[in-house]
């Protein structure tokens, strides 16, 4: 990876340093939820319906309480937890339907998954197979699949007393905000204009599992001062403060630990009824309860991401500027609602507009319950499905004007001399730099030549056809400034803390609210504060992820880590070299003033008497010899609350190969050129970078969640649910290029979600383009080979049979091993 | 997750795994790599009284030839098949096959008996094993018997291997010389097949002399597409021949139709698929 920005040879930031903590958690020295066992601890297993809607006639739990080593098996009435409800954090609206989510079901399920019952035994075997033997008897009810269908009037209501199946439904109008005019009259002018036109498309934002590494986690342990919770958890502070709300357990009673945690992508951000089960049956048994997943039990009940229908309408002048954007979405939550689920849609709002000067614009958005497992964040949170909406229809319209897709981008982007830029969706972009990324990608991928090849395939009928895929993206992240979250009534606000102890031997100690769960934290924070205290890299130790230790934080999701919680480091540690200064000052007989600091050296000026900032620490700790009315210690604490979004962007273009014989797509070549700002370690940001770009094809070509019509997952392992391997990506070229935020002080945007926002709407405009001189207007995601075979067989006027995604494919093993069939070896 | 209860025995000879087998009746279950098998009981969709793990048997991984034949252990891997030197210079079909099956950690413990006594119809070895003759060495109590490939595959997950016997030994007729190609289709790398084309060709001088073509899951166990054969022998390899001979591909299958691939994409498939095999083979 290139910067513009060459970073200097005695700087670290810029450095591309390997992980430190890479040594750990590669060689299986990791230390996560599930390898923590306190001594006495009893091992739980969930009973989970089988059926997506359903009341539950009787729980019979004779012969489990019976099963060898099991202690208890438990329903929420057992547990006297019928009234508790899993709190949801962002009521969109103020009249937004929010059914109680319980920890266990109390009469009737609601989706396929759903925890009924709980056995408590001295292994998690004794407890798995005990929960085999719990008799649930349902009466099974129709369940509501189609979101489309539930959101109307009269639908078959998954929640009956909410009398509806429509959480929330929230607009932005700019006609209204006064950011931009009325998008009803903007198309109705252009309805009547022969001079201008009007596209309307539908996409669909198809239902994904987000499937972090590590299966979801939690040891509950009731016997000390506090109680301590250990989770696999993206938000170990939220959790406490949660597990407050939710239980009523004093807050100063709580400890929770995040120990190492194995990714999480936004899957890891709520708060679980299994973890307050656990706390609930901890407190109950007074011992310590643990529960581990399985994976497909994660792939079944660990919230889902996506799934979106987008009806969109852009208006434009026949010359190709954009007059209006019209967008309404449904947005499917599953049977309750997540902790942030409702917002995460509504983040989209702000982003459907892009980097485009778009004069009139609104947003609606319907958040419709159904009976399936619940969906909230999943990496990008709302704005992959605003990115991909946006940039398809980009090419939509450059396609009904005959015009070049990124000629019409540029037409009606942000120039780079018109920012700051306030948008029609009220956001104030600081900075950023279309023109210069999107000319390096077209360098990169030789956009001209690629044009050429295509042509020069299409003229001769070549089998394979080619695409070029383009995505101009930008995003908000960094969340978020408290006050923005506030207005759009978040239940937090968006500041992040951060401490720094200096130890009496001049070592630095950091603790971070920050908790980081794979992205490289420890060696990031560590390099920025080598470089602002002045002290080796290796002298500084990053702490997170326990109560004990940071007891303060918002935890980590939507790229929030460096640009808020960073600039918390860069804060404590401009205090720590305050205080510093004053003892320096007092110990070299000098003025403040005639003091400077540089290479973690304090100095005055014009002589060669001075002080390292370890024999101030050093100093301070022994406390003979220091200032009068000051307190004899160096360390700072600091919260940072962002003044604004970041917005990364960048262009990534693809090359894109379609067999038209099979449909096979072939993802040729990727090139990305971000814009994150300035940059803490290339390393880590490529590495970002990379892996955001294979979640975000994987959307495109990969991955759906599938249900039957019954409710049922059909696709819950990793033999169905199709993630791809890195023999299925090609080696991406990623470059970045800086146009520094202005809005914080390491002119730093976030990184950890653009790969996944961008690459989706990529790929699939890469995969039209291939083809739709062949007839081919619209394949929804993924785009299979099959999908794009049926797609050209409709084409050509052939009919093509519908794919039963709910039968199992033999090759698929797992799913189609017939336990009847007692003559088929399995070996 | 964690599988039901199950006693588990590794015998240190044939003999006695075949009594381990017998012993354990119906509810007797060989491990051989477990790379099915291990995912199945983990998901508890089965439930043996009894594993038996063959992997404690030194002589079932032996890879040997004569005259005729090359001769794979059933123990042998996935890895060490494709990686040995008689599969490849006299059965690198067998080879070719092997090398797509799913990933380097799969084929590091998965075994070529396994996953012919598996007979997953998406599994790769079957076609090819097929397409080259292979017999199948059956042990039990009554002792040896060989079975034809053509008389192996039964049904879906089902084969010629009887209630208290083992698979030991699989033998391939050498075919040294032969051109031969494994043309697979899956959604991902590691992933099953949606469909695939096993072909050998014997050409002489341009002319194929004799033609060997396997399906994959173009049925419930593994096809040998005769009509393709036939077409192909005594023409000369090239684009039109490879096109017309592949005509017949759909001879005799019965495609399912499930989450992968409707019936009617995989029998498109199957026709494009073995007009390129044929041709790659030929190269």
Known sequence: ?827 | MIPAKFDYVRPGSVDEAVQALQQGGEDAKILAGGQSLLPVLRLRMAAPSVVIDLGGIPELRRIGEDDQYVMVGAMATHHEVMRNDLVKAHVELIAQATETVADPQVRHRGTLGGALAHADPAGDLGAAALALDAEFVILGSGGTRLVPAAEFFQDYFTTAIGEGEILTMVRFPKRSGWKTHYEKFNRVAQAWSMVAVAVALKVDGGTISEARVGLTNMGNVPIRATGVERALVGQQAGPDVAKAAAEHALEGTSAPSDADAASDYREHLAKVLTGRAVLAAAG
Request: glycine share 10%; charged share 20%.
């Open chain 1, 1 to 827: 990876m290139t910067t513009t920005a060459e970073p200097t040879t005695t700087s670290e930031i810029g450095k591309a340093r390997v992980r430190k903590e890479d040594q750990r958690l590669i060689t299986g020295r990791s230390r996560y939820t599930d390898s923590i066992t306190p001594s006495g601890t009893l091992h739980i297993a969930v009973v989970r319906s089988t059926l997506a809607r359903a009341t539950i006639s009787s729980i019979d739990k004779s012969e489990a309480e019976k099963a060898p080593g099991v202690h208890g098996v438990f329903t929420a009435a057992d547990l006297g937890a019928e009234e508790i409800g899993l709190p949801c954090a962002w009521p969109v609206t103020p009249d937004q339907k929010a059914p109680q989510r319980p920890v266990l079901a109390v009469g009737r399920v609601n989706f396929s998954g759903e925890g009924v019952a709980v056995v408590v035994a001295r292994s998690a075997a004794a407890a798995r197979d005990a929960a085999e033997l719990v008799e649930v008897d349902y009466e099974p009810l129709d369940p509501v699949l189609d979101m489309e269908a539930a959101s109307k009037e009269g639908a078959e209501l998954v929640h009956p007393d909410l009398g509806t199946n429509v959480s929330a439904t929230w607009v932005f109008d700019s006609g209204e905000a006064g950011s931009g005019g009325s998008v009803a009259d903007a198309i109705k002018a252009a309805e009547a204009d022969d001079d201008q036109i009007v596209v309307r498309r539908r996409f669909r934002q198809q239902r994904l599992i987000p499937g972090f590494m590590e299966p979801r986690s939690c040891v509950v342990d009731p016997t000390g001062e506090q109680l301590t919770i250990w989770a696999a958890t993206q938000v170990p502070h939220i959790l406490r403060t949660m597990t407050t709300v939710t239980l009523g357990v004093p807050e100063s009673k709580l400890r929770v630990i995040a120990p190492d945690v194995g990714g999480g992508f936004g899957g890891k951000i709520g708060v679980l009824p299994e973890e307050m089960l656990c706390v609930l049956l901890a407190q109950k048994l007074n011992r310590p309860v643990k529960w581990t997943e399985t994976r497909s039990e994660c792939m079944l009940t660990a919230h889902h991401g996506r799934d979106q229908i987008q009806d969109l309408t852009i208006s434009a002048k026949k010359d190709g500027t954009i007059t209006g954007l019209d967008v309404h979405l449904l947005a499917d939550m599953g049977s309750y609602l997540g902790l942030v689920g409702p917002g995460v849609p509504i983040l989209g709002a702000f982003m459907f507009n892009a980097i485009y000067k778009i004069p009139a614009y609104k947003f609606t958005c319907s958040n419709v319950f159904t009976n399936k497992t619940l969906t909230d964040a999943y990496r990008g949170a709302g704005r992959p499905e605003a990115t991909f909406g946006i940039e398809r229809m980009m090419d939509e319209l450059a396609v009904e004007l005959g015009r070049d897709p990124m000629e019409l981008r540029e037409q009606n982007w942000i120039a780079h001399d018109e920012f700051p830029f306030t948008t029609v969706a009220t956001l104030t972009y600081d900075s950023g730099n279309y023109e210069q990324a999107t000319q390096r990608a077209m360098e990169l991928i030789d956009y001209a030549g690629l044009r050429r090849e295509q042509e020069e395939r299409r003229r001769s009928g070549d089998p394979v056809q080619l695409g070029i895929g383009i995505s101009t993206f930008t995003e908000m992240c960094g969340l978020a400034p408290s006050r923005v979250l506030g207005s759009l009534d978040y239940g937090a606000g968006g500041w992040e803390a951060a401490s720094i102890r200096m130890l009496a031997t001049g070592k630095v100690e950091v603790t971070t609210g920050a908790s980081a769960h794979g992205q490289g934290h420890e060696t990031a924070f560590s390099q920025i504060v080598a470089d602002k205290l002045g002290v080796p890299f290796e002298d500084v130790e990053i702490l997170h992820g326990d109560t004990q230790v940071s007891p303060k934080g918002l935890d980590t999701y939507g790229s929030r880590s460096l640009v808020v919680g960073g600039i918390a480091i860069v804060n404590a540690a401009d205090k720590v070299i305050e205080k510093a200064k004053k003892i320096a000052a007092h110990l070299l007989e000098a003025s403040e003033d005639d003091l400077e600091f540089a290479n973690g050296q304090f100095s005055v000026k014009g002589t060669d008497k001075g002080k390292a900032i370890q024999e101030i620490a050093f100093a301070t700790f022994m406390a003979h010899d220091y200032p009068e009315g000051m307190e004899p210690s160096l360390d700072s604490d600091a919260v940072f609350d962002p003044e604004n979004f970041s917005f990364p962007h960048g262009t990534h273009l693809c090359a894109m190969e379609v067999d038209a014989e099979t449909g096979r797509v072939n993802l040729r070549k990727y090139v990305c050129v971000d814009d994150i700002g300035n940059v803490i370690n290339p390393l880590i940001v490529e590495g970002q970078v990379h892996g955001g770009l294979a979640q975000g094809i994987a959307q495109a070509l990969y991955e759906e969640a599938n249900y039957d019509d019954q409710g049922t997952l059909v696709n819950a392992t990793f033999v169905d649910y199709t993630i791809p391997s890195a023999a299925d990506l090609p080696s991406f070229t990623t470059e970045t290029v800086a146009t520094p935020a202005t809005t914080n002080a390491l002119g730093v945007k976030g990184v950890g979600e653009a790969g996944t926002i961008a690459s989706t709407p990529a790929i699939v405009n890469g995969v039209l383009d291939a083809i739709r001189h062949l007839g081919v207007t619209e394949i929804e995601m993924p785009t299979t080979s099959q999908r794009v075979w049926k797609a050209l067989q409709e084409a050509r006027g052939h009919k093509a049979q519908e794919t039963p995604s709910d039968t199992h494919s033999p090759g698929a093993g797992l799913g189609s091993i017939d336990p009847n069939n007692p003559q088929g070896e399995v070996q």
